[in-house]
């Protein structure tokens, strides 16, 4: 199964240019018709704005986007090509402007939307979907700092703590890192900790 990132979930910022009030809103979409609907949702929420640009990618799926009566080129392509610098997929992204009566040209208008974008992704956070590792380790007290930040260099999540005689951690490691990062357990405790793989798992976790 491959390996993308998406949005972690809804995000939502704004700014004020030159007094266009920009809003810019990211979501976390499976389907073109998820995507469809978000914005037909900020469409009849803000009815009356002066434009209501978008843009969204679909893994294995469409890319569209819509300058929203904006000048050809100075909003929806900026904004997709955002989602795609970030490396995002099954995204979809409105900035909404309220015109503050000042123009701001097509170099304005690329600055603006490209920031509305950004801004909201930024909001949302970014997710890691791929095959996880799910990795049951219990260690004595005097090895639990060290097996975090081993867990970190690993790219690990550690997705639960149990104190109890000692400490027995649950970890989420990417699949590929899983063999490795207990081999290293291993070396730095000489043999004191093992750790286990008990299942996978196909999902996002924040990165």
Not at 66 to 92: C, F, I, R
Not at 165 to 177: F, T
Request: hydrophobic share 40%; proline share 3%.
């Amino acid at each position: 199964m491959d390996e993308y990132l998406v949005p972690s979930g809804y995000g939502e910022d704004e700014f004020v240019e030159k007094k266009s009030r920009f809003i810019g809103r990211v979501w976390l979409v499976e389907t073109e018709q998820d995507a469809l609907d978000r914005i037909a949702e900020m469409k009849k929420q803000h009815y009356d704005a002066t434009h209501n640009c978008w843009a969204y990618v679909i893994r294995d799926g469409a890319v569209r986007f819509s300058d929203d009566g904006e000048p050809g080129g100075t909003a929806g392509m900026p904004m997709v090509q955002v989602l795609q610098k970030e490396g995002l997929y099954n995204v979809v992204c409105v900035v909404t402007r309220y015109f503050g009566g000042t123009l701001l040209g097509a170099g304005g208008l690329v600055r603006a939307y490209t920031k509305g974008a950004k801004i909201a992704i930024d909001a949302a956070g970014k997710s890691m979907k791929r095959v996880w590792s799910v990795i049951y380790l219990p260690c004595p007290y005097n090895f639990y700092e060290r097996v975090k930040l081993e867990a970190e260099a690993f790219e690990g999540i550690i997705r639960d703590t149990q104190f109890g005689a000692e400490v027995e951690l649950e970890i989420l490691m990417a699949q590929g890192n899983a063999d490795a990062f207990l081999e290293r357990i291993v070396d730095m405790t000489s043999g004191t900790v093992e750790g286990m793989q008990t299942g996978q798992e196909y999902r996002a976790f924040p990165v």
